[in-house]
């Protein structure tokens, strides 16, 4: 009986060493994997740096490219941002900067969301826009806007040529303002590292056609890097 009782608790305190063990190395593992992710020193290219801000700004579309003004890439329907490979490198080999450039990537939604009521208050709507930020760190925006109530293209047109050339400068006029609201805000949120803004005004409701994607909004930048 003895023997028995003995080879019962032998079993069951096996049986216990070997969960426990499971648990441990299964939270070692978990542990690592969170490390990895959040822990500078494991992102040694500057893909691991764009996979990193992708997961962690999941509201936001990251690509590695170099921007130059007037490109206009990826969906209509989230807020792109592209960054130089050659920066991301710099991110990082300098965990400093890398936080940085981490507030100012946080700072950016709150500069969107400003920017939509600004536009808003002057009878705009954001079809799409972007976010670049260059080799050197400086960061620039972009944005395509439409007028609530813009009449078709084909009904623009039937107008008078005079017609047609006020219209055109009173676009020009509200462009130029609406890039200057965005620059006042790009330095409000971002300071000295903010460079530029620019505005395409969308001039009818028609949907841009030939593209392979529905919410396009200009080139692809997948990059490789």
């Known amino acids: 009986m003895a023997m028995e009782i003995s080879n019962n608790y032998s079993n069951y305190a096996g049986g216990y060493t070997n969960t426990t063990n499971t648990k441990k190395k299964t939270a070692e593992i978990s542990t690592s994997k969170e490390v990895m992710e959040t ?5 040694k290219t500057a893909a691991d740096e764009l996979s990193y801000l992708s997961k962690k700004y999941s509201n936001y579309s990251f690509v590695a490219a170099d921007y130059t003004k007037g490109m206009q890439y990826g969906s209509s329907s989230t807020v792109n941002v ?62 395509i806007v439409q007028k609530d109530g813009t009449k078709s293209h084909l009904q623009t047109m039937s107008g008078n040529a005079e017609k047609i050339r006020k219209q055109n400068e009173e676009k020009k006029k509200e462009k130029a303002e ?42 692809n930048l997948n990059m490789k890097i």
């Open 39 to 43: 822990n500078p020193s494991t992102r």
């Open 82 to 143: 592209a960054i130089s490979p050659q920066f991301l490198s710099k991110m990082v080999n300098n965990p400093e900067l890398e936080k940085e450039y981490e507030k100012n990537i946080a700072a950016m939604q709150e500069c969107d969301e400003q920017n939509a009521r600004s536009v808003a208050a002057g009878g705009w709507h954001v079809v799409a826009q972007g976010w670049a930020v260059d080799k050197d760190g400086g960061i620039s925006k972009w944005s």
């Open 178 to 219: 609406l890039e200057a609201k965005m620059k006042e805000t790009g330095k409000t949120f971002h300071g000295g590292r903010f460079k530029d803004a620019s505005v395409t005004i969308r001039d009818d409701k028609e949907t841009d056609t030939g593209r392979n994607e529905k919410n396009g909004v200009g080139i």
